[in-house]
T-cell receptor, first 112, second 112 residues
């Protein structure tokens, strides 16, 4: 299994509060991704990173920001959480050659 | 505009029989296709992939078929086992570490 951890694994927060989710990898892979999974929508890309300090937006990036100051860490921040951001968030990393992505265990976020 | 479609939300199969999961895509630039399996409360796990230069790839009980002219791929599981019960996601990308585009998933139930 790819060495990917996510923290926290579960979080309950209130509308309007900032939230930061962390993804940590031990594989030294260049590419990292944040997805959210919602019923009826599958997995949708929020942001991704192709190197330290190099990031780009995905399909559902509004309300989210990311940062990557080290190869191993990719942070997802909700500046002011809303109930529509209640979801399960997955981080992924990809191999440099085959484009196959490997996923972390997920963070379940509830915004009340 | 859904670029990757899994039109069957669910599928039920008897243990020992074949499971066939289908996926259609619209973007002709996609040249790499993957299937992921997801159990509840876990991250998606990579199952099998296929490049557009092939029309079939096999790994044990799992075979993926690609029909480029029809923009269609399918995952065959033979024989199906109860442990195969999960949600299966089809994904596609353009080679070069571009982000994956996922279908909405098909829930497979294998009945003993």
């Amino acid at each position: 299994d790819a060495g990917i951890t996510q923290s926290p694994r579960h979080k309950v927060t209130e509308t309007g509060t900032p939230v930061t989710l962390r993804c940590h990898q031990t594989e030294n892979h260049r590419y990292m991704y944040w997805y959210r999974q919602d019923p009826g929508h599958g997995l949708r890309l929020i942001h991704y990173s192709y190197g330290v300090k190099d990031t780009d937006k995905g399909e559902v990036s509004d309300g989210y920001s990311v940062s990557r100051s080290k190869t191993e860490d990719f942070l997802l921040t909700l500046e002011s959480a809303t109930s529509s951001q209640t979801s399960v968030y997955f981080c992924a990393i990809s191999e440099p050659v085959t484009d196959t992505q490997y996923f972390g265990p997920g963070t379940r976020l509830t915004v009340l | 505009d859904q670029q990757v479609k899994q039109n069957s939300p669910s599928l039920s199969v008897q243990e020992g029989r074949i499971s066939i999961l289908n996926c259609d895509y619209t973007n002709s630039m996609f040249d790499y296709f993957l299937w992921y399996k997801k159990y509840p409360a876990e991250g998606p796990t990579f199952l099998i992939s296929i490049s557009s230069i092939k029309d079939k790839n096999e790994d044990g009980r799992f075979t993926v078929f690609l029909n480029k002219s029809a923009k269609h791929l399918s995952l065959h599981i033979v024989p199906s086992q109860p442990g195969d019960s999960a949600v299966y996601f089809c994904a596609a990308s353009r080679t070069g570490n571009t982000p994956l585009v996922f279908g909405k998933g098909t829930r497979l139930s294998v009945i003993a």
